[in-house]
């Protein structure tokens, strides 16, 4: 048997294989790494949504009494982040729940819809009466119009010292653009039957006719059922200011000293000073996986630029 000494050619090729083998073993512990982490992400997602199930919810609500907090925040409109639907199908669960004691309402809007805010406040009225439960109202930054329409309809209203509550008022804005297409050289073409159908057009002249019809029975009326609707519930509380359903605004203190408002309290005090109990659980509506994901790479952007703004800013004031 002879002994033959390699060639150069062979141990190339040795060397290929070799970094071949390398190289497949380097993509392997690569693509084990990433198989795991996505493991492990799904993992924490599920473990999550285990958290927020009503599994864990269950589990908490049988051991003691506790306040069902409902949380409503945005514009009141019929498909906004506040509308009749989502918002009673969580009070609702909230006032059904069978250890909750009584129902926090944290509201934060700056108003809206007219009809959604009536519609929600005769609603929790109509769940008042059905499960003999009291709700509190909890404003965080501003409770406002729409907003306050639907506070009303609490036995409590609570506030921080400098939250906006009020605008106990109806408004419809518009604008006027006669005189500018007048003056570019266009010239408005309205077609309609029925003489008041382009009434809020507003290419056409003001119609004093029309203007009176909306004040009195669109504005006026309007307004008037907002304050049937707070007089109603709140009573002898509201003081006899004249500017009270004038649509304006005030922070807490000025707020309570006009009845708007019962006292200065968070979320955590009326839970346990008020209803008496420690644990409150939060109801609100569940953010889908993407909104979750969306939410998150959001404020991880918002820290990444702060930091850099920060270190910059730190930067700067050194030179």
Not at 31 to 42: G, T
Not at 52 to 61: F, R, V
Not at 154 to 178: E, Q, R, T
Request: proline content about 2%; aromatic content about 8%; overall charge negative.
């Amino acid at each position: 048997m002879s002994n033959k000494t390699p060639s150069s050619s062979d141990q190339q090729l040795a060397d290929i294989a070799k970094e071949f083998v390398k190289q497949n073993k380097s993509r392997s512990r690569w693509r084990r790494f990433f198989i795991l982490l996505f493991i492990a992400y799904f993992g924490f997602m599920s473990y999550l949504s285990v958290e927020d199930s009503d599994l864990l919810e269950d589990a908490i609500k049988k051991e003691s009494p506790f306040a069902a907090e409902v949380v409503l925040s945005g514009v009141i409109q019929t498909s906004g982040e506040i509308n009749t639907d989502d918002a009673m199908e969580l009070l609702e669960n909230a006032f059904k729940a069978e250890n909750s004691k009584a129902v926090i309402l944290r509201l934060n809007s700056p108003g809206g819809s007219p009809v959604q805010s009536s519609q929600i406040y005769k609603g929790i009225l109509r769940l008042k009466q059905q499960y003999d439960k009291n709700i509190y109202v909890v404003v965080d930054d501003i409770c406002a119009s729409g907003c306050y329409y639907i506070a009303a309809s609490a036995d409590g209203i609570y506030a921080d010292k400098s939250s906006i509550i009020g605008s106990i008022g109806v408004v419809m804005s518009g604008f006027g653009a006669v005189d500018a297409i007048e003056k570019i050289g266009i010239e408005r073409r309205l077609y309609t039957a029925g003489e008041h159908k382009g009434l809020l057009d507003p290419f056409t002249q003001e119609n004093q006719v029309v203007i009176k019809h909306i004040q009195e029975n669109i504005l006026d009326k309007s307004h008037n059922n907002f304050i049937d609707a707070i007089k109603f519930t709140r009573g002898k509380k509201l003081s006899t200011d004249k500017d009270l359903f004038t649509g304006l605004i005030w922070l807490g203190e000025d707020a309570q000293d006009l009845g708007l408002i019962d006292g200065i309290a968070d979320a955590s005090y009326v839970a346990s000073e008020i209803i008496g109990v420690d644990t409150r659980i939060i109801y609100e509506k569940e953010k889908t996986l993407l909104e979750q994901l969306t939410e998150a790479s959001a404020k991880g952007v918002a820290l990444v630029i702060g930091d850099k703004l920060i270190s910059q800013s730190a930067v700067g004031s050194l030179q």
